[in-house]
């Protein structure tokens, strides 16, 4: 169980992902677990939401290799509270990729409602280290 309230005092990287295993999720997964030592180094945590079950992360988990927590969301709770859940993908079951960007006080740094998972973790990156640099982007 992860509370996000838990992770006050530090940054949080909260991202949705269609659906575990496929190639652009797990591309995803890997690119963010490649930057993670950047993350740790800047204070952030990196977490990673789905609609697949426990089983369905933890094979995915595996077999992409993360350290990361994944967390199943399969009654849609999350994905609702964060409204990342519409068109043929709700229809689906399944969240839009998505990524959020939460400050140490718990408020909203940053979204991406359109993500490229290729250059994705990168771009979270820096958009991150320019936050913390006070000179917070526009979304």
Known sequence: ????????????????YPRAGTPGCSVEAQRFEEALPEFERLGAEVI???TDTEAQQARFRDRCGLSFPLLPDGDRAVAEAYGV???VGKLLGMTARQTFLIDPAGRLAFHWKRVNPLGHAAEVLQTLEQCQRTDPPTS
């Open 1 to 16: 169980m992860i509370d996000l309230a838990e992770l006050r005092g530090r940054w949080v990287v909260l991202y949705f």
């Open 48 to 50: 990673g939401v789905s």
């Open 85 to 87: 859940l519409g068109g």
